[in-house]
């Protein structure tokens, strides 16, 4: 007998209007079903398999015997659902999707079909023990896409397996695994699954606390996430530090409500189709998830290599316009800065620049104009600074401007005068003497 702590929750989510899931933790037993189909038929689905199973719970001979019990009576239950649609034609399309576990002594005999998940929780690592029998899971285990990639796929809800109405032989995935004390299992519908990612599942149960209040945070974490879909969460811990609070079995979801399985016929046939009435609204009876035939498969494949060409070369479109955008808005600015001058120095002269004085990186955005002829060695201290840090000009008459009012400040200094030549002076002659060739 298997000896541990369980518990069971369910909640509608923040989108849907009834909760079309069901779960059940018993004594030996623990499944979580995610039915689809419309208002009523997702409700009735989940809620006949569940009721279905419940017959199930009790002690086994052996893990084998479980295993075998557990394919046929979920298999068989297909053909409950079948029987009654064929009693009840608006339910057509409904389907569930079936997680169990049988604990039989040390080992957990697993049953499995849709995309509910199970998954373990040992030596503080979490493994996703089931596979989800989806499209996207086709996807990823073909290597079409990363499992990141399949959490956010638009045809992450279609199912290739369901137990339903359309397939009275179900394949079922049936296996046995050992199990042991401190083991913790967690049975989920994808409202937490596709909501919360496993780095959160882990944060929650790493924690230790017991299956009950575990749950409540799991269930938090979806709901902080917007849960789009109904979240049901069956814990089992195996031996562990919790003590079983009641031997009563825990029904949640749809499967919890007595009249469950009791739909209240179709009393008329409106006079249009709801779809008609009600063009952007699912249908009652239209399921949420449906099961498609192999050639709807490959079409859907091709869809996918389609979508993924376009996102391609949706890439590169938009790598192209943003680069037209950068050098459509560079020419313009580039255009705007030729209309600009400056007055600046260019080695021991005057120049007028056209352009702006800033440059974007090895990109100049100036080229000098004119020469004015003006050395800088013949300006003022101060003229010269203020050339050598550029002096903005409003248009090219304007750098003109400056520059002639630098050439006027220029000051000539007056070229020294010539030194006058001395004149030779005659010595003067002592009186008395008598000239050369005078008369004595």
Known sequence: ???????????????????????????????????????????????????????????????????????????????DLIHLVARRPELAGLGTTVS?????????????????????????????????????QRLVDSGRITPEEARFHPR?????????????????????????PGDRWLLCSDGLSGVVDEAHIQKALRLGLPPGRTADMLLKYALDGGAPDNVTIVLVDVGGQHPLVSGTATIVGSASN???????????????????????????????????EPEYLEELIEEDRRRARRRRIGFVAFLVLIAAVIITGFALFYSWTQTRYYVGADDDSVVI??????????????????????????????????VEFTISARSLADAEGIADRLRDSVVEEPEPEPEPTPTPTQKPTPSGTPTPGGEG
């Open 258 to 292: 007595p009249q469950g399985v009791k739909v209240p016929a179709i009393t008329g046939r409106p006079l249009l189709p709801t779809s008609w009435l009600h063009p952007g609204r699912q249908a009652a009876n239209e399921p949420t998830h449906f099961e498609p």
């Open 156 to 180: 992450r809800s279609v199912l290739m397996r369901v137990l339903g109405d359309m397939d009275p032989d179900p394949e079922i995935d049936t296996f046995i695994m050992p199990t042991r």
């Open 353 to 386: 620049y056209q352009g702006i004085q800033q440059s974007i990186g090895p990109i100049q955005l100036s080229s000098a104009h004119e020469d004015t002829g003006i050395l800088l060695a013949d300006l003022s201290q101060y003229q010269r600074a203020r």
């Open 1 to 79: 007998m298997f000896v541990g702590s369980s518990a069971a929750i369910s909640h509608t989510g923040k989108v849907r209007s009834n909760n079309q899931d069901s779960g059940y933790a018993g004594s030996n037993l623990f499944v979580v079903a995610d039915g689809m189909g419309g208002h009523a038929g997702g409700d009735v689905a989940s809620s006949v398999a569940v009721n279905t199973l419940q017959g199930l719970d009790h002690i086994y001979a052996s893990p084998e015997e479980a295993e075998v019990t557990l394919r046929e009576t979920i298999a068989s239950t297909a053909g």
């Open 100 to 136: 169990a576990i049988a604990m039989v002594d040390e080992y957990a005999v697993i049953a499995h079909i849709g995309d509910s998940r199970i998954y373990l929780w040992r030596d503080e690592a979490l493994t996703q023990i089931t596979t989800d029998h989806t499209f996207v």
